[in-house]
């Protein structure tokens, strides 16, 4: 029960219905707020305690001063969480593991249980192994099956072992576009209360759900873990950044031309830590599907949120996807009681603002390597010449690579060439070169949720078809939407067979390429990009395309919209430019042009309104949580504590509570601490914790083949979150990281300073030598250091590894706070200064002083660090808060948790 120090306790009559709701016109100061803190404030004010949420605390979020940096910690508590199975798993792992902790320790197991709704999807496991044909889905369905049975008997034992857990089965949909569709409330009802649906997700891209006007993002699991139990998430009042938007779209242009132009904006203003709200009269004009595509990539602009408040746009979504009329009434009538509806033409007050007029937006792509990186579609062909130089090894001599500009061939231009002849299975030969597209995917929830998009894309199909167009024998072309409507909506308008026939058949309902599950390349297009060191690409409509994370094969990604995609199928190479250029010829030997294939903003619009219907969702999702004859005869334990299987290599009980007792270990300075890895600049959480193939010469693929395990079935990280061996051994294993104090190697390698001599070795094994030898270890990086998904494990494996702190010149906010959950020190370079300018190698040994005053109660601003060189700095403390202290005084934000637990 709320403390109700503003009186704002009232009724809400909606219908024949009445609803306890909080007002915010309670609180001086509420009217000005920007749309996403006056949720915030409704929070406060309906889960006011008198001790962790106080009148004080409801106080400070009225009298919000938009120009102060962030000072003020609140507790703001989600009204549920969403996960998906990449990072779902491991919580639910945490989650078991935890009751028996408490057992242990003389508490209750069952007090081990979600308070709040939580939701799994599972749609980060299917990987497209097969292609190109009419069966690739049940294929590929079979294959996940085989390969993640052990994760699914133990999330299907979750769904009985645990109240208020719910999972989607395999072979639904993705996440983000099952919330929005689906699961997301816009207006919570529970208990006689209505008030705003709020949520945390173990998925960066949670944010997708801002398009909805649902307050969201992206946690670590372990944060989650923490929210499901009740704990409130700790967290600054933050600055808000208003982007307004004004006029329409041109014709031609796409919502995710859109969304990558205000990516770029973002990323350049810089708004991490920040959230940014959509206002003004180019709001009305985007529609709902675009909103969820922009809030979709909040997470590559760098920001906490990206929210759109609720409109009428909002009610016509909320009744397309089948939600009851009560509910579209109840948003309607609480979005106008609160002042939470759209009024196009205020100016709430903001912290920043920025201002974008849509019809200034042309197509583009991203890339090769950041989702920043905006290149205009007309210059992609020309950026490509020079970003590949980036990516191949200049060998004139041998006479292979690199002519020069005089001396080209016609087809080089300039460009460097290394023209391979490859032989198809059926003995027909084809040439590749660099720029090579080998492959071309519709997937992730970003573009597969907006039916714009994916009808513009069938569409192309549909007229590349017509002209006697097909994809190039070399591409591997995938269709994975984000929910069997797409399906629905592509069949009803006779679009399916289109797209079969340039090779994108459907494939899964999951994430697959964006996260890493593109499959493997056919096998002698793999082996020719191999054997000739050829930097090809791949193009997808998905919202990350970092280094290594689509395909080992694959040195150079491109974030691009559906109907580009086809289209870059068609051409083949990231060296046409496909505004110019033909992408092929017709059946009569003309030439066809993008212009030719694109459809019209009409053509698309007559699709979507005459092929959608509300009939579809309610088809889909109305038994969404039972799950087919496969699922349902999974086999599983009973009882409320999990059978662990000694000899699964996918679900095994962690090491985090071992040894633990109720009272709290003193915190300790550190001292005597070799570097583990010293890194650049924008050092994702793929870098550091990576989910896709498990190579067989790495330590994880080692582990798995001394247990059993073939090469075949090794699967990838992702889908072993559950195993903390593989995870560990996975740590900072990605194929592209670079390690400066091993330089000349890219993976997952190190120096080994225990050993003489220093020499290079796997970072997993130097590290069981650091911990067998009781040294500490430390991480040295840059700027940006974990953007990307929020990544549990690349937390969890940092610490398990025996890295005690980090130092970095910038943080990402995620991986930040996931730091201090796993017990780790999160430190910065005093500002302007880097490993580089302080003359550190990472050969030093280092000592840190000062962290004790944490035992005080207090957090220090800094602490001394000194090395064996004499190099000495004060590096910046970064707990931001209170409550992040509590965590890291008690070892972490489970070890909390599971102590106040008992103790209530």
């Known amino acids: 029960m709320s403390a109700n120090s503003f009186d704002a306790r009232?009724?809400?009559?909606?219908?024949?219905?009445?609803?306890?709701?909080?007002?915010?016109?309670?609180?001086?100061?509420?009217?000005?707020?920007?749309?996403?803190?006056?949720?915030?404030?409704?929070?406060?004010?309906?889960?006011?305690?008198?001790?962790?949420?106080?009148?004080?605390?409801?106080?400070?979020l009225g009298g919000w001063d938009s120009q102060a940096q962030p000072s003020q910690e609140i507790q703001f508590t989600p009204a549920r969480v969403i996960m998906q199975d990449f990072t779902g798993v491991p919580c639910v792992v945490d989650l078991a593991t935890m009751r028996e902790a408490v057992k242990e320790l003389g508490g209750d197991p069952a007090k081990i249980n979600p308070l709040a709704p939580a939701e799994l999807v599972i749609d980060h496991s299917v990987i497209a192994d097969k292609f190109g044909t009419k069966d690739a889905f049940g294929q590929n369905?079979?294959?996940?099956?085989?390969?993640?049975?052990?994760?699914?008997?133990?999330?299907?034992?979750?769904?009985?072992?645990?109240?208020?857990?719910?999972?989607?089965?395999?072979?639904?949909?993705?996440?983000?576009?099952?919330?929005?569709?689906?699961?997301?409330?816009?207006?919570?009802?529970?208990?006689?209360?209505?008030?705003?649906?709020?949520?945390?997700?173990?998925?960066?891209?949670?944010?997708m759900v801002n398009g909805l006007g649902v307050l969201g993002w992206g946690v670590g699991g372990i944060e989650a873990e923490a929210a499901m139990l009740g704990q409130p998430v700790s967290m600054l009042i933050p600055r808000v950044v208003g982007f307004k938007l004004t006029g329409e779209l041109k014709p031609g242009t796409t919502a995710t031309d859109l969304v990558l132009t205000i990516t770029e904006m973002l990323r350049k203003h810089g708004v991490v830590g920040k959230f940014v709200e959509f206002y003004g009269e180019g709001v009305a004009a985007t529609s709902l599907a675009n909103r969820a595509t922009i809030g979709n990539m909040s997470p590559e602009f760098g920001s906490t949120a990206a929210i759109f408040p609720i409109d009428d746009e909002t009610l016509k979504y909320l009744r397309l996807t089948g939600r009851d009329e009560q509910q579209v009434a109840l948003v309607e009538a609480y979005a106008k009681e609160q002042g939470l509806w759209l009024d196009p033409a205020a100016e709430p007050d903001f912290s920043e603002k920025l201002e974008l007029d849509l019809a200034t937006v042309v197509p583009s792509i991203a890339g090769p390597k950041r989702p920043q990186d905006r290149i205009v579609l007309a210059n992609a062909a020309e950026k490509f010449a020079q970003d590949v130089r980036n990516y191949v090894e200049d060998d004139d001599e041998a006479g292979k690579e690199s002519f020069p500009a005089s001396d080209a061939p016609a087809s080089s231009n300039g460009v460097p060439t290394r023209p391979t002849t490859v032989t198809a299975p059926d003995g027909s030969t084809y040439e590749i070169d660099h720029g090579a597209v080998t492959v071309a995917a519709i997937t992730s929830c970003t573009n597969t949720s907006n039916p714009y998009v994916m009808v513009a894309a069938a569409l192309v199909a549909k007229k590349a078809v017509e002209k006697g167009l097909t994809r190039k024998p070399w591409v591997k072309t995938t269709l994975a939407p984000g929910s069997k409507v797409v399906t629905d909506y592509f069949d009803k308008a006779g679009l399916t067979p289109y797209l079969d026939k340039v090779g994108f058949n459907l494939v899964g309902y999951g994430c697959t390429t964006c996260i890493g599950n593109s499959g493997p390349l056919p096998e002698e297009v793999s082996k020719a990009v191999n054997e000739h060191d050829l930097a090809v690409t791949s193009v997808l409509s998905g919202n990350r395309n970092f280094e290594g994370r689509i395909n080992p094969d694959v040195k150079m990604n491109y974030l691009a919209s559906p109907?580009?995609?086809?289209a870059y199928a068609l051409a083949g190479s990231m060296k046409v430019n496909i505004t110019q250029d033909a992408l092929g010829t017709d059946t009569e030997g003309n030439p066809v042009f993008l212009k030719d294939i694109w459809p019209t903003e009409a053509e698309v619009n007559d699709v979507?309104?005459?092929?959608?219907?509300?009939?579809?969702?309610n088809k889909s999702y109305q038994d969404v949580f039972a799950g087919d004859a496969q699922w349902q005869a999974l086999s599983i334990p009973t009882g409320n504590t999990f059978e662990w299987d000694p000899q699964s290599t996918y679900v095994r009980k962690p090491p985090y509570f071992e040894g633990m007792t109720m009272e709290t270990t003193p915190v300790s300075d550190i001292t005597g601490a070799r570097v583990l890895a010293k890194l650049g600049d924008s050092v994702t959480t793929d870098h550091i914790s990576p989910a896709g193939a498990i190579k067989a010469d790495t330590p994880a693929g080692q582990y798995l083949t001394e247990h059993g395990v073939e090469r075949r079935d090794f699967n990838s990280y992702g889908s072993r979150r559950g195993n903390h061996e593989v995870m560990i051994r996975g740590t900072f294993a990605n194929i592209r990281l670079r390690n400066q104090i091993a330089?000349?190697?890219?993976?997952?390698?190190?120096?080994?300073?225990?050993?003489?001599?220093?020499?290079?070795?796997?970072?997993y094994d130097a590290s069981q030598n650091y911990q067998a030898a009781g040294t500490p270890l430390v991480i040295l990086a840059g700027k940006e250091y974990g953007s990307g998904s929020s990544r549990d494990w690349a937390a969890k494996g940092t610490a398990l590894l025996g890295v005690k702190a980090v130092i970095a010149e910038s943080y990402e906010r995620i991986h930040r706070s996931n730091l201090i959950g796993m017990g780790v020190l999160p430190l910065q370079f005093p500002e302007g200064a880097s490993a580089e300018s302080l003359g550190l190698t990472g050969e030093e040994t280092f000592s840190f002083s000062g962290v004790t005053e944490l035992n005080n109660g207090t957090t220090p601003r800094t602490v001394k660090v000194t090395t064996d060189s004499g190099v000495e700095f004060d590096a910046v403390v970064r707990i931001d808060t209170p409550g992040e202290a509590d965590y890291y005084r008690n070892g972490g934000i489970m070890q909390y948790v599971l102590r106040s637990l008992i103790r209530k």
């Open 10 to 60: 009232s009724t809400l009559h909606v219908g024949d219905e009445s609803y306890e709701i909080f007002r915010l016109d309670k609180v001086e100061g509420a009217a000005r707020l920007p749309y996403s803190l006056k949720v915030l404030l409704e929070n406060l004010l309906r889960t006011e305690d008198g001790a962790n949420i106080t009148a004080d605390h409801i106080r400070a």
């Open 141 to 207: 369905v079979e294959l996940e099956y085989g390969r993640n049975k052990e994760r699914y008997q133990f999330l299907r034992w979750g769904q009985t072992a645990f109240d208020e857990f719910k999972v989607v089965p395999p072979g639904t949909g993705i996440v983000h576009q099952v919330n929005i569709e689906h699961l997301a409330r816009t207006v919570m009802v529970r208990g006689g209360q209505a008030y705003p649906d709020t949520l945390v997700g173990t998925d960066s891209h949670t944010t």
């Open 563 to 566: 109907p580009l995609v086809v």
């Open 608 to 617: 979507v309104a005459n092929a959608i219907g509300e009939d579809m969702f």
């Open 743 to 763: 330089p000349g190697t890219e993976g997952g390698y190190t120096r080994d300073f225990t050993q003489e001599g220093a020499p290079v070795s796997f970072i």
